[in-house]
């Protein structure tokens, strides 16, 4: 299946600093990703989804000053936790679409915010 | 709205055992359905899909589901599980292309596997 990377794999911050967490899809182009989020032991809430040259669209109760995206190429996109607070610890998940209707899932960024 | 259940928040299951994973969806028309699987720490990995055609979809890793449409189903399964399979499994759907490509997921299921 097609790949897709995350850096960082995990990050620690203070808070109230601004954390950058990119997605690449390797070996395919995708004009659409997808950003996720994962508490402990639950299943994956849609944050996002972004459209490679135009601006994202968020999911109700999400909030875009506080989780900016941008999708620059057809190959990256990347999530900003901009002024980071404890509650915002989390697992955050990408993922690319490749086709009509599958979606690819990168390994996850754990975010620790002090 | 769609929804996805997973009956089984955890199974327990022996290595060699055969396994099944059930998920249910509620929507009028035929989602596309997706089965991925999470071993801890990990992003999610696809196992198997289904759009149309043969009910019966094999995947990877030995995996295979069956869409039923009278029950609303499409439960995974496993003939001889090995103690590698121990993870979290989700059950995804978008409701077809109209669906704005969006995946719903189930609540997952934890499988454990006993040596």
């Known amino acids: 299946g097609a790949v897709v990377s995350q850096h960082p794999s995990r990050v620690i911050c203070k808070s109230g600093t601004s954390v950058k967490i990119e997605c690449r899809s390797l070996?395919?182009?995708?004009?659409?990703m997808f950003w996720y989020r994962q508490f402990p032991k639950q299943s994956l809430m849609l944050m996002a989804t972004s459209n490679e040259g135009s601006k994202a669209t968020y999911e109700q109760g999400v909030e875009k000053d506080k989780f900016l995206i941008n999708h620059a190429s057809l190959t990256l996109s990347t999530l900003t936790v901009t002024s980071a607070h404890p509650e915002d610890s989390s697992f955050y998940i990408c993922?690319?679409?490749?086709?009509?209707?599958?979606?690819?899932f990168g390994p996850g960024t754990r975010l620790l915010v002090l | 709205a769609q929804s996805v259940t997973q009956p089984d928040i955890h199974i327990t299951v022996s290595e060699g055992a055969s396994l099944e994973l059930r998920c249910n969806y509620s929507y009028g028309a035929t989602p596309y359905l997706f089965w991925y699987v999470q071993s801890p720490g990990q992003g999610l990995q696809l196992l198997l899909k289904y759009f149309s055609g043969d009910t019966l979809v094999q995947g990877i890793k030995g995996f295979e589901a069956e869409f039923k449409r009278s029950q609303s189903s499409f439960n995974l399964r496993k003939p001889s599980v090995h103690w590698s399979d121990a993870a979290e499994y989700f059950c995804a759907v978008i409701r077809g292309t109209g669906g704005g490509n969006k995946l719903t997921f189930g609540t997952g299921t934890q499988l454990k596997v006993e040596l």
């Open positions: 993922s690319a679409r490749e086709g009509p209707e599958t979606q690819y």
């Open positions: 070996d395919f182009q995708a004009t659409t």
